[in-house]
């Protein structure tokens, strides 16, 4: 058996050889996949691939194109699992179909109905968990944004290869956690398909084997909220021109509600007469019922005739938006920059979580669970948590008042110059009630 080889040795030359038992275990894997042809029955030929997987397959010229006729090959079976024996009189089958103008490779795959990615995602979407609006609005974001060119691809056309240099370039552009977030994802799509498609392996899960990895993951640190909730409230005041998005950061801060828990509020969840707000689309799963302080009612209260409806009978969303899929406003990041600019520091929605949950914990020594309870945050298993009974409304109002006017306290004109070492900072608006009085 002869090897030839370019002058960089990297690529074998064609190679022909009786196959048989003793010469398949005797070829050996390079760098790079390469085929043994059989000496004896043309177009029946064994791939070796670098890992040292051996399959029988054949390779022909469909129709009657002659050489012009595009090549095409069948694998017919691994070896160990199948003899060359075995794989010679299969391949002599095909070829002979071949001989009487059939397309074996062409009815494979005709018969396989590979699915593209983009129909593989939509599978997942419509028969996956029910999922909240906005986690569908993210997966669909993720799929368009990283793997748009990817749509029209047959699963089996993604390699392990492409998957390795897709993550490292969503992380480059995209940062750390959207690339783990959406490969994940990608991930996920496949296991359907890998499951209903003899042969089909998982991408993702092939990279994860050669050892690639997931970003490590980074929680972001803070400073206190004395220090950067009066310049976060400089940079809403300043970027959020829209007075309704601004309502919502202002929700987040004296709340410390998600940005989805917020935006999927309507109008039939909101008490103003007994000052309580029930909350559906939560992170946990499970609805969520809070006291409405005064700086929350006062937000409110002007939102509700701002947005057209009668005070007694409030309907639809709070934050309702004509030209989203949802009904009501989704997307806020476009702002986070801008206002990070004019704050002079990193804001993200998040963070006036983070700083609500320090105001209860930090200032006011607030009992943990409360705080949780509060943010509707997924509290630990632990005895004490699964028999006590949970907080009740009227228990949280006084606790959630305490939070908001701290808040209000961080937010004064002078907590304000301080927080710019004495620069000639506007005072931001104070939230008032209906009737106009600030509340303080």
Known sequence: MKKS??????????????????????????????????????????????????SFLVNYRAGSGGRKAPNKRVVIGRFGRMAPDEARRKAQDLLGRVARGEDPAGERAEARGMPTLGQAFEEYMNTGAKRRSTTEALYRSHMRRCFGDWHARPLDAISRRDVEARFHRITEHN???????????????????????????????LWFAAGGRFNRSRRRRISAPAEVLPLWRKGIEAEAIVPATRDIFLIGMYTGM???????????????????????????????????????????????????????????WVFPSPTSRTGHIVELSHL???????????????????????????????????????????????????????????????PAQRVADRIDELLSPAAVSRAND???VTAPVPVSDRAGNPHR
């Open 5 to 54: 080889q370019t002058p960089s040795g990297k690529r074998v030359a064609k190679v022909k050889v009786n196959l048989t038992k003793r010469t398949v275990e005797a070829l050996q894997p390079t760098e790079k996949s390469w085929i043994a042809w059989d000496d004896r029955l043309t177009g029946f030929g064994c791939r070796v691939q670098p890992s040292g997987t051996k």
């Open 175 to 205: 940062g750390w956690a959207v690339a783990n977030q959406s490969v994940s994802m990608l991930r996920s799509v496949y296991r359907r398909p890998c499951v209903d498609r003899e042969g089909l392996r998982n991408p993702v899960d």
């Open 258 to 316: 998600r940005l989805g828990e917020i935006q999927s509020l309507q109008w039939d969840r909101v008490d103003l007469q007994r000052r309580i707000l029930r909350v559906e689309e939560t992170k946990t799963g499970e609805p969520l019922e809070l006291p409405i302080t005064r700086q929350l009612a006062a937000i409110l209260g002007r939102l509700r005739p701002a947005a057209g409806y009668p005070a007694e009978e409030p309907e639809g």
């Open 336 to 398: 986070y920059p801008r206002i990070s600019r004019t704050a002079g520091t990193k804001f993200w929605f998040h963070g006036l979580r983070n700083c609500f949950i320090t105001v209860a914990e930090r200032e006011l020594m607030l009992p943990r669970s409360l705080t949780k309870r509060l943010v509707n945050h997924a509290r630990p298993s632990d005895v004490t948590e699964g028999y006590a009974a949970d907080w009740t409304v009227e228990q949280l109002r006084g």
């Open 422 to 424: 004495g620069g000639d």
